[in-house]
């Protein structure tokens, strides 16, 4: 199983930005579609964001859509989750998964980051 690591969750005011990062540890992004899940206590994970291994057009919540951006760095085999304008009901703990070519199901997850939209 690929091993993903999190970064860039915190704190913001309404308004603001915050740029999450998931790194595949030693395994090329080509392989995994990645997504980026948010889940709040009480309520079901959400899928907010995904792009395929072999890239092409990312998948964007409609909840999200306009706001979020998904981003590739395959040199650091990286995705970024580019949050703009964000919103107190943005606020969760944000997972990264990966689900392997082919697969159908998410098999391998992050520990998540915390992101607090202030209103």
Known sequence: QVQLVESGGGLVQAG?????????????LSLYTLGWFRQVSGKERELVAAIAGSGGSAYIADSVKGRFTLSRDI?????????????PEDTALYY?????????????????????VSP
């Open 16 to 28: 603001g930005s915050l740029r999450l990062s998931c790194t595949t540890s030693g395994r090329t």
């Open 75 to 87: 040199a650091r085999n990286t995705v970024h989750l580019q949050m703009n304008n964000l919103k």
């Open 96 to 116: 990264c998964a990966s689900k392997p070519r082919g697969g159908d199901s998410y098999s391998s997850w992050g520990q998540g980051t915390q992101v607090t």
